[in-house]
């Protein structure tokens, strides 16, 4: 067999390809021996949480692989969940890459989990003009909470701060106190009580001054060359960004209701999709959120309890009697949810993770509103179902309900398949409705309204069930 010759065009760019790869190798390593030492910065705001400890424990984790000199974690939090804080410390104490903890900028605060994540690092600083200590408690949504803690849970806090401070050859009396007695201290006080290490002004500052110090890892001990190093941010995933925002107990409640609410208009309309849909997502992306929050499931039981009544308030017509207990149910799971009984969750100066009272009586009236309207059409439903039996008009026998003067008789064309229960349309309204035999009715057919139960119709195919028998 004769092979042809390679055409001198393709082997030359062959050979050029293969050329700028050893070329590119080549500068990449000679640019690997030439580049300066690496300083990593990863900012940290607002509360602690889980995403938080993970994103911490994943800039720990790049810094190492990089073999970076230095990472340098930028603070500014008014605090957040203990169990978060102590993943956090854990993290931090068992860094082998030297980690330093700069409360800036100016005003910035190390609040409660703030204070031990600073009291952890290797280096502690704080930028003049910013606090460190333990903060008035708070509860997640901002309001002031009773003192009900226990001293279990506070000697415990006390404990870690200590052995902290001693592992890290800090004060630990004054550490000790922001746990015991909510102590704050300034920039300058915390430098005098022997809290933190130094104080800069900026990040330049923070790494000319930490120049040629010795620290002191779990691998030993590391001399820092910072000279003409280059910072590299480290920054939040856009995913761990989602998460962060609805990680927030406010935002959890409404994400859980208004998905319950998204089934609940599925329930009541079958066939239109968007609802449920929307429903699904929104009680999804809420138990996302209760992931990464301390919740209670008496608080979820409660709040499945109220879309079961308020299901029921649609199927079974309860005048109004199920829909009050459903949004009862709701409240009763808003403030459970996030609550924690028993005392002693939660040393001093950590929130106490709650829903917003004002969120629970927006949501509450919401749903009041609902099971109010119902309510409202169910009666008249059978006040004028009596006025037109007293009055001799034909009635349906759906116990009084129907408005039987304006509705039975009335005919239609059906918008979404009942099976047996669907979506049919009477001139310009859409109603739910369910077939009087059972049957799946197709979209399209005409039916005929013979009974109304609250907000329910019980129709009929015009033709008779003949015509429908054995189609889809």
């Given at each position: 067999?004769?092979?042809?010759?390679?055409?001198?065009?393709?082997?030359?760019?062959?050979?050029?390809?293969?050329?700028?790869?050893?070329?590119?190798?080549?500068?990449?390593?000679?640019?690997?021996?030439?580049?300066?030492?690496?300083v990593m910065l990863l900012?940290?705001?607002?509360?602690?949480?889980?995403?938080?400890?993970?994103?911490?424990?994943?800039?720990?984790?790049?810094?190492?692989?990089?073999?970076?000199?230095?990472?340098?974690?930028?603070?500014?939090?008014?605090?957040?969940?203990?169990?978060?804080?102590?993943?956090?410390?854990?993290?931090?104490?068992?860094?082998?890459?030297?980690?330093?903890?700069?409360?800036?900028?100016?005003?910035?605060?190390?609040?409660?989990?703030?204070?031990?994540?600073?009291?952890?690092?290797?280096?502690?600083?704080?930028?003049p003009g910013s606090n460190?200590?333990?903060?008035?408690?708070?509860?997640?949504?901002?309001?002031?909470?009773?003192?009900?803690?226990?001293?279990?849970?506070?000697?415990?806090?006390?404990?870690?701060?200590?052995?902290?401070?001693?592992?890290?050859?800090?004060?630990?009396?004054?550490?000790?106190?922001?746990?015991?007695?909510?102590?704050?201290?300034?920039?300058?006080?915390?430098?005098?009580?022997?809290?933190?290490?130094?104080?800069?002004?900026?990040?330049?500052?923070?790494?000319?001054?930490?120049?040629?110090?010795?620290?002191?890892?779990?691998?030993?001990?590391?001399?820092?060359?910072?000279?003409?190093?280059?910072?590299?941010?480290?920054?939040?995933?856009?995913?761990?960004?989602?998460?962060?925002?609805?990680?927030?107990?406010?935002?959890?409640?409404?994400?859980?209701?208004?998905?319950?609410?998204?089934?609940?208009?599925?329930?009541?309309?079958?066939?239109?999709?968007?609802?449920?849909?929307?429903?699904?997502?929104?009680?999804?992306?809420g138990f996302l959120a209760?992931?990464?929050?301390?919740?209670?499931?008496?608080?979820?039981?409660?709040?499945?309890?109220?879309?079961?009544?308020?299901?029921?308030?649609?199927?079974?017509?309860?005048?109004?009697?199920?829909?009050?207990?459903?949004?009862?149910?709701?409240?009763?799971?808003?403030?459970?949810?996030?609550?924690?009984?028993?005392?002693?969750?939660?040393?001093?100066?950590?929130?106490?993770?709650?829903?917003?009272?004002?969120?629970?009586?927006?949501?509450?009236?919401?749903?009041?509103?609902?099971?109010?309207?119902?309510?409202?059409?169910?009666?008249?439903?059978?006040?004028?179902?009596?006025?037109?039996?007293?009055?001799?008009?034909?009635?349906?026998?759906?116990?009084?309900?129907?408005?039987?003067?304006?509705?039975?008789?009335?005919?239609?064309?059906?918008?979404?398949?009942?099976?047996?229960?669907?979506?049919?349309?009477?001139?310009?309204?859409?109603?739910?409705?369910?077939?009087?035999?059972?049957?799946?009715?197709?979209?399209?057919?005409?039916?005929?309204?013979?009974?109304?139960?609250?907000?329910?119709?019980?129709?009929?195919?015009?033709?008779?069930?003949?015509?429908?028998?054995?189609?889809?």
């Amino acid at each position: 067999m004769r092979v042809a010759k390679p055409n001198a065009l393709i082997l030359v760019l062959c050979l050029a390809f293969v050329g700028l790869g050893l070329v590119s190798l080549f500068v990449h390593h000679r640019g690997a021996a030439a580049q300066s030492s690496t300083v990593m910065l990863l900012r940290i705001e607002d509360t602690i949480n889980p995403i938080k400890a993970r994103v911490i424990a994943r800039a720990a984790a790049t810094a190492s692989e990089a073999d970076a000199e230095l990472l340098v974690i930028e603070l500014d939090t008014p605090g957040g969940l203990y169990g978060s804080t102590r993943d956090i410390v854990e993290t931090l104490l068992e860094s082998p890459v030297p980690i330093a903890v700069f409360v800036s900028p100016r005003g910035a605060q190390a609040g409660s989990a703030g204070t031990f994540i600073t009291a952890a690092a290797h280096i502690a600083a704080m930028a003049p003009g910013s606090n460190i200590g333990a903060a008035t408690p708070v509860s997640g949504s901002g309001e002031d909470i009773g003192e009900t803690l226990a001293d279990k849970v506070t000697n415990d806090a006390a404990a870690l701060i200590r052995s902290i401070a001693e592992e890290r050859g800090r004060n630990p009396d004054p550490l000790e106190q922001t746990v015991r007695t909510a102590a704050s201290y300034s920039a300058t006080e915390a430098l005098d009580e022997g809290i933190i290490d130094l104080l800069a002004d900026d990040l330049n500052d923070l790494l000319a001054k930490l120049d040629g110090q010795v620290v002191t890892t779990v691998d030993g001990e590391r001399e820092l060359n910072l000279t003409g190093s280059q910072v590299e941010p480290l920054k939040m995933q856009w995913r761990e960004r989602f998460v962060d925002f609805i990680a927030n107990p406010n935002i959890a409640f409404l994400l859980i209701s208004l998905g319950s609410l998204g089934l609940i208009f599925e329930l009541m309309t079958p066939g239109t999709i968007g609802p449920g849909i929307a429903g699904i997502i929104c009680l999804g992306l809420g138990f996302l959120a209760l992931g990464n929050l301390p919740f209670n499931w008496a608080g979820i039981a409660f709040i499945v309890l109220a879309v079961v009544l308020a299901a029921l308030e649609i199927f079974v017509s309860g005048f109004g009697a199920l829909g009050i207990g459903a949004v009862v149910s709701l409240i009763i799971g808003g403030v459970l949810l996030f609550g924690s009984f028993g005392g002693g969750a939660v040393p001093v100066g950590f929130p106490d993770v709650s829903v917003n009272p004002w969120v629970l009586v927006g949501v509450g009236g919401f749903f009041a509103l609902i099971a109010g309207y119902l309510a409202f059409e169910a009666v008249m439903s059978r006040v004028q179902g009596r006025r037109a039996a007293v009055a001799g008009t034909p009635h349906s026998d759906s116990d009084g309900r129907s408005e039987t003067g304006r509705l039975v008789g009335a005919t239609g064309t059906v918008t979404s398949a009942l099976r047996p229960r669907g979506v049919v349309s009477l001139g310009d309204e859409t109603w739910t409705a369910m077939s009087s035999d059972g049957l799946t009715v197709p979209a399209g057919r005409r039916i005929r309204v013979v009974g109304v139960s609250g907000l329910v119709l019980t129709v009929e195919v015009i033709g008779g069930a003949q015509s429908v028998e054995g189609q889809e």
